[in-house]
């Protein structure tokens, strides 16, 4: 399997992950689980031949999806373009994947993070998916424009600085073509936007459907398999913790309830997989 994209079928949509490239985030155990007792943190890494102090990165990859759905060519999320020599390659592997930007007709952006909408414009500032309506939350636009209030993050200021430049780069030249969702809504038929706050106040999941087979996009509910594993443990990465808590509670009881396939942002390549419950847990369960 190349790691650049990833074709399979829904029902009767045509589906294709695409890899934007991959970014090591440093100090991962403090970073990815940040409210975990410490003890408990060194068991749980233990079990994954982990150990805190020299886990000292995990190489996410950034992954988006294609959805054709006869009718429309659906992108959910953008990548990372100009974050890291590593990032940006999505349009260069959409195109070897068969698909041009100008066939996408509608762009998904699960929330505002560098990493999801950094794609968003060409080297000419201009939005690099000409032919499609952009759509995001509205709770999401209006948290980005005109700036957001990050003081809760528990991030440094380089880091917080990162995320506006990224959200005043990548979004006002998207206004032209962008429209708002505020409700759990169809985006184009078998398509739907799925509230799932917390992570950033206007985070959206999708929820794709076709001929009974379902598929759960939850972009940064849980950015680490441990995440499901650890149904209360979060990231720095979480605006409100105990609302992104809740929002992946509600996530994986669909996923587990619709017996859907699982697309997730950050996991090993190709992202997909399935959700097992485990009593009051779940455990991630990668396709073969
Ligand atoms: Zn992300």
Redesign the pocket.
């Known amino acids: 399997m190349s790691d650049r994209s990833h074709r399979f079928k829904l029902g009767r949509f045509e589906c294709m992950v695409v890899n934007d490239g991959t970014f090591a985030y440093p100090h991962p155990a403090q970073i990815f689980f940040a409210n975990a007792p410490k003890e408990r943190l060194e068991q749980v890494l233990r079990e994954h031949n982990l150990d805190s102090q020299q886990w000292e990165q995990y190489v996410s990859p950034y992954l988006s999806l294609v959805i054709d759905t006869g009718q429309h060519r659906v992108l959910v999320d953008t990548g990372a373009d100009g974050m890291a020599p590593t990032t940006g390659k999505l349009v260069e592997n959409l195109q070897a994947g068969g698909t041009s930007p100008e066939d996408i007709d509608v762009v998904i952006l699960t929330h505002g993070?560098p990493?999801?909408i950094g794609g968003n414009i060409d080297s000419d500032g201009k939005p690099a998916f000409k032919n499609a309506r952009y759509v995001m939350w509205k709770d999401e636009w209006d948290f980005w424009i005109p700036k957001p209030d990050l003081s809760q993050m528990k991030i440094d200021e380089e880091l917080k600085q990162l995320l506006v430049t990224f959200a005043r780069n990548n979004l006002p030249p998207i206004q032209g073509q962008l429209d708002l969702v505020d409700q759990e809504s169809e985006i184009v038929p078998g398509i739907k936007a799925v509230s799932a706050p917390g992570h950033t106040p206007g985070h959206m999941a999708v929820a794709i459907s076709s001929e009974g087979e379902n598929l759960l996009c939850f972009s940064?509910a849980a950015?680490h398999p441990i995440h499901l594993e650890q149904p209360d443990w979060y990231s720095v990465f979480d605006l409100a913790p105990e609302q992104a808590l809740a929002s992946k509670r509600r996530l994986m009881d669909k996923a587990v309830a619709d017996e859907a396939l699982v697309f997730a942002?950050?996991f090993s390549f190709p992202g997909l997989g399935h959700i097992v419950q485990r009593g009051e847990e779940w455990q991630w369960q990668p396709i073969a």
């Open positions: 993070h990493d999801h940064d950015i942002f950050h």
